[in-house]
């Protein structure tokens, strides 16, 4: 079956720098390689998924927080089947679980969560000195 994993994920002080990174498996006829998007949402405690931004099959990036703009860049290896979310400037509110989520071909113009397919398990990523 698809698999999603995410790694990277850890304690890092604000203004530095993180990289995270979705490795995707079990690709079927559905959900193929090099045709699928990535999106990343995260969870802070006591607070709702929030979906961050996405990545499609041809490398177009969609930004749904304008927070993030200039601080956090998504990039894919097609050779790898991994998508990095590369995470600069971090702030203490960037604290949650981060969550890789995947859906075929296209990436979500509003980013609603329940047009993700697949899941990954999350990693940690706390922002504090």
């Known amino acids: 079956q698809v698999q999603l994993v995410e790694s990277g994920g850890g304690l890092v002080q604000p203004g530095g720098s993180l990289r995270l990174s979705c490795a995707a498996s079990?690709?079927?006829?559905?959900?193929?390689?090099?045709?699928?998007?990535i999106g990343w949402v995260r969870q802070a405690p006591g607070k709702e998924r929030e979906s961050l931004l996405c990545?499609?099959?041809?490398?177009?990036?969609?930004y749904y927080v304008d927070d993030l703009k200039g601080r956090f860049t998504l990039s894919r290896d097609n050779a790898k089947n991994t998508v990095y979310l590369q995470m600069n400037n971090l702030k203490g509110e960037d604290t949650a679980v981060y969550y890789c989520?995947?859906?075929?071909?296209?990436?979500?113009?509003?980013?609603?969560?329940?047009?993700?397919?697949?899941w990954g398990q999350g990693t940690q990523v706390t922002v504090s000195s």
């Open positions: 990545i499609n099959s041809r490398d177009t990036p969609y």
């Open positions: 079990g690709f079927t006829s559905e959900f193929a390689p090099n045709d699928y998007a």
């Open positions: 989520a995947a859906r075929p071909a296209f990436c979500s113009i509003y980013g609603t969560q329940r047009d993700y397919v697949y």
